[in-house]
C-alpha cells in the first residue's frame, strides 16, 4: 500500500494563515458595512431632526395665525350683529316718524277741506293758515329727519355688508390652515416612524406630505 502524502508544517501555517486573513476580512467588511449604516443612520436621523424643528415650528406659526384670524372672524361677527340691531332700530324710528308724517298730511288734507267750505272773511281762515303752515313745517322737517335716517341705514346695511364677506373669507382662511394643520401632522407622525423604521422612503414621503401641507396653509394665508 502507499502512503498518503502528509502536509508539511509550512503548508499547515500557509493554510491557517489564509483562513485567519479571511476571517479578519469578513469581521473588517462586517464593521465596515456596520459604521455605513451607522453613519447613515445617524444622518438621517439628522435630517429628521431638522425636518422635526421645521414643522414643528410652521404649526406653531399656523395655530397662532389661525387663533388671530379666528379672534378677528369674531369679532366681525360681533359687529354684524351689533350693526344688525342698529340698523333694526332706524327703521323702527324710520316707521314711527313716517306714521307720524301721515298723521300730519292727513290733518292738513282735512285743513284744506275745511277752508274750502270757509267764506272769505270768516276770521276762522287765519287760524288755518298758522295750522298750514304748522303742519307744512312738520311734515318737512320729518322728511328731512327720515332721510337722514335711511342714510344711516343704508351706511349700517352696507358695512353689515362688509364685515359678512370679510368674516366668509376669514372662515376660508381658516379652512385652508386646518387642513394644511391636518396633512403637516400627517407627516410629522410619518417623520417620527423614520427613525424606528430606518427607511428613508418614509422620510422622503414626510418631506412631500410637509411640502403639501405648507402650500395649502400658505395660500391660505396670503389669500385675498
Known amino acids: 500500500m502507499s502512503e498518503q502524502p502528509t502536509q508539511r508544517p509550512d503548508e499547515i501555517a ?5 483562513a485567519i486573513e479571511r476571517l479578519d476580512a469578513r469581521d473588517k467588511a462586517e464593521q465596515a458595512h456596520d459604521k455605513a449604516r451607522a453613519a447613515s443612520k445617524e444622518r438621517l436621523s439628522d435630517r429628521v431632526s431638522i ?6 415650528m410652521l404649526l406653531s406659526f399656523l395655530n397662532f395665525a389661525r387663533t ?3 379672534d378677528a372672524g369674531k369679532q366681525l361677527r360681533v359687529d354684524v350683529s351689533r350693526a344688525q340691531r342698529q340698523v333694526d332700530a332706524h327703521w323702527t324710528l324710520y316707521h314711527a316718524r313716517a306714521s307720524e308724517r301721515d298723521g300730519y298730511a292727513r290733518s292738513e288734507d282735512q285743513l ?3 277752508v274750502a267750505t270757509l267764506g272769505p272773511d270768516d276770521p276762522r281762515l287765519r287760524l288755518a293758515e298758522l295750522n298750514h303752515v304748522e303742519y307744512a313745517q312738520r311734515i318737512a322737517s320729518l322728511d328731512d329727519d327720515n332721510r337722514r335716517v335711511f ?3 343704508e351706511d349700517l346695511e352696507r358695512k353689515q355688508v362688509q364685515a359678512v364677506r370679510t368674516a366668509e373669507h376669514i372662515d376660508a382662511k381658516i379652512a385652508r390652515y386646518d387642513m394644511g394643520t391636518r396633512v403637516l401632522t400627517l407627516a410629522l407622525v410619518i417623520l417620527s416612524l423614520t427613525l424606528l423604521a430606518n427607511q428613508r422612503h418614509l422620510f422622503s414621503a414626510s418631506v412631500l406630505l410637509a411640502f403639501i401641507g405648507a402650500a395649502i396653509a400658505v395660500s391660505g394665508y396670503f389669500m385675498r
Open 14 to 18: 500557509a493554510a491557517v494563515e489564509r
Open 151 to 153: 342714510y344711516v341705514i
Open 68 to 70: 388671530e384670524r379666528d
Open 51 to 56: 425636518a422635526a424643528i421645521s414643522l414643528t
Open 112 to 114: 284744506t277741506r275745511e
